[in-house]
């Protein structure tokens, strides 16, 4: 008998067999499908109907495009909330949780941290919340932790080495935490993660990779080793990282919006993309093997931006699994899984640009050899979530054109009958883009432990969608501005990531804001002038960039607590803290550097990670 027919017998409860995967995403392309074909009758009755001209022929095409996404990620959603209300796990639509009675045993695991210039305070944090959370499960022995430095500068790998010896010291012994520091960045995150695992890979079947700002509760992580015992097919399993630990306005916001909609939009991903799932680099565990044989990432042809390192590589390394036939799975039943963020938009954006580089970059890998439909699907759609920026400036744009040189605008007719197609198609628009925020809020009240918390969740929910409303049309033009410079030939970059809390003073936040706010204005006032009665439509789009550098500084600071409730998470005590760490640091003196010791890594068992071809044409 196979390992896989032992597992299937053993440990049936926690195998992932999907059945009837061609059904859902045919269900999946009728709903979306069936809903865009309503959105287009209604841009075709806008319009007046056919013959149409070059000018509405851009028009439907671009409408196509965005309401089709915008349509796969309502429905996406959708069906993740139903099943979450149903209790049936996405993957095998069975019970959302499996039965302990048949788990699998453990088995050996590294839970590495890649860290490039980190703040160390946080690091520590993270890693000490995370060990006593496994140490209290009584199962941490099957565990070695890891912190693969990549930092430059020997001041920092001394505060990294100084704090991991501190860490074992006021840990315990039974905490197994290594320090690496390699000699340089090469290959970023991918080449520190495949250098671990060329040297010492072997040591482990597992590793559960994290970010320097992750922290996951022990019972998820058994969790997760658990099924991946019982899967051998699978080559990566994902949770859903909550963000966490934040106290400014936006990121209190973020963490509130993340706690009510990602659980139910990961849901619904695993609900079709089944196996052949993205992965997000890290708080997810990989079969070491599988991602040593397969994973091997080699640089793009050609210069950055669109060549060189991929930036969003995870998503690559999910496809390279997928094309030698491994599973990659998001298991959103698992909880306790977290991360941290930037506390204010400017260092926000900074992550944003590195992630539309690198979804511009997957583009280029569409035409490729090898690649299953579903994962060339998931690139187009990660490009389109930057793409579609511009697309809907253009769009925004011809229709203010119309309405303000056409001397019978289409728009302004149809606008001015309340039963208007226009006035419907709009009204459909809206309930697309954010019905899914209003379900997921309907559902988290419907669980809140008392109405008082309820009452606070109401009023956090609907600031956060207000929020949301602001911050749209202020993403749709900076992600345009992004894609224009990548597409002419200027890299992101790839900085180390702020995640502490960093207050924008009011005037850098005029300074960086001012340009934005002044050009809406002066559209505003173009159109009041030229057009007054289009103005109320148009004036969704311009309020958010009009108040960017109020939104800059204001969400930069602490959210009053009446604002923005904790998340359900938090409001549980779910997410696990350092307090005991906390405690020893105010009441003990940090011992002197040469008191402290931490221990060398594991003897070597060299084995080469090759890197995978990606059949991507060499530019001219």
């Given at each position: ?169 006021r840990l315990g012994p039974g905490l197994r ?31 559960i990779i994290f970010d320097a700002d992750s ?142 580089q690198g979804n511009l970059q997957h583009l ?257």
């Amino acid at each position: 008998m196979t390992w896989e027919q032992r597992t299937n017998l053993e440990y049936s409860s926690w195998r992932l067999n999907a059945p009837a995967v061609a059904g859902r995403r045919l269900l999946l392309a009728a709903l979306v499908l069936g809903t865009t074909a309503i959105g287009l009758h209604g841009i075709g009755s806008v319009l007046g109907g056919a013959p149409f001209g070059l000018a509405e022929w851009l028009i439907i095409g671009l409408f196509t495009v965005l309401f089709s996404t915008t349509c796969l990620w309502f429905w996406t959603t959708t069906i993740g909330i139903l099943l979450r209300l149903l209790g049936r796990h996405p993957v095998d639509l069975g019970r959302w949780h499996p039965d302990p009675a048949d788990a699998p045993p453990l088995a050996a695991t590294a839970i590495v941290m890649p860290a490039y210039n980190e703040d160390m305070d946080g690091v520590a944090n993270c890693i000490a919340a995370t060990w006593r959370s496994l140490e209290a499960t009584g199962e941490s022995g099957h565990f070695d932790f890891y912190l693969l430095s990549d930092s430059g500068d020997e001041d920092r790998r001394a505060t990294e080495r100084q704090t991991v010896a501190a860490l074992r010291q006021r840990l315990g012994p039974g905490l197994r935490l290594y320090y690496r520091a390699r000699d340089t960045n090469e290959g970023r995150k991918p080449g520190n993660i495949r250098d671990f695992c060329e040297r010492w890979g072997d040591h482990y079947d597992y590793m559960i990779i994290f970010d320097a700002d992750s922290r996951m509760t022990g019972e998820s992580m058994i969790t997760l080793v658990r099924r991946m015992q019982a899967n051998p097919q699978a080559g990566i399993l994902q949770t859903v990282p909550l963000p966490v630990g934040q106290r400014s306005l936006l990121g209190r916001l973020q963490q509130l919006a993340a706690s009510l909609s990602a659980p139910s939009i990961a849901t619904g991903l695993a609900f079709w993309q089944v196996s052949h799932t993205n992965y997000w680099g890290h708080n997810a565990i990989v079969r070491i093997r599988d991602f040593r044989d397969c994973c091997g990432l080699p640089p793009l042809p050609g210069e950055a931006p669109l060549g060189g390192d991929i930036m969003s590589h995870d998503y690559v390394e999910a496809g390279l699994m997928h094309r030698h036939g491994r599973g990659v799975y998001v298991l959103p039943e698992i909880e306790g899984s977290f991360e941290g963020m930037p506390g204010n938009l400017i260092d926000d954006l900074k992550r944003e640009r590195r992630w539309c580089q690198g979804n511009l970059q997957h583009l280029r890998l569409l035409p490729g050899r090898g690649w299953p439909l579903i994962t060339r699907f998931n690139y187009l759609v990660g490009g389109l979530a930057y793409v579609n920026a511009p697309l809907w400036m253009l769009l925004v744009s011809v229709a203010a054109v119309d309405a303000m040189i056409m001397p019978e605008s289409t728009w302004l007719g149809a606008m001015a009958d309340p039963s208007s197609a226009a006035v419907w198609l709009i009204a459909l628009t809206v309930f697309v883009l954010f019905a899914p925020k209003v379900f997921n809020l309907g559902v988290a009240l419907s669980t809140a432990r008392s109405p008082g918390y309820a009452l606070r969740l109401l009023g956090g929910g609907l600031t956060e969608l207000v929020f949301s409303v602001l911050r749209a049309p202020v993403m749709m033009l900076l992600y345009s501005v992004y894609v224009g410079r990548i597409l002419r030939g200027r890299p992101a970059g790839w900085s180390p990531q702020l995640r502490g809390r960093r207050t924008v003073p009011p005037g850098l936040a005029w300074r960086l804001g001012a340009p934005m706010a002044a050009g809406a204005l002066a559209v505003a006032a173009v159109v009041a002038i030229t057009e007054p009665a289009f103005l109320p439509w148009l004036s969704p789009v311009l309020l958010g960039p009009m108040l960017y550098p109020l939104i800059l500084d204001l969400t930069s600071r602490v959210a009053p607590a009446w604002l923005v409730p904790s998340t359900p998470e938090e409001d549980a005590g779910r997410v696990p803290m350092n307090r005991r760490v906390r405690e020893q640091r105010r009441h003990h003196a940090t011992p002197e550097p040469q008191a402290l010791s931490y221990a060398e890594v594991p003897a070597e068992r060299f084995r080469p990670m090759p890197l995978q071809p990606l059949s991507v044409p060499t530019p001219a």
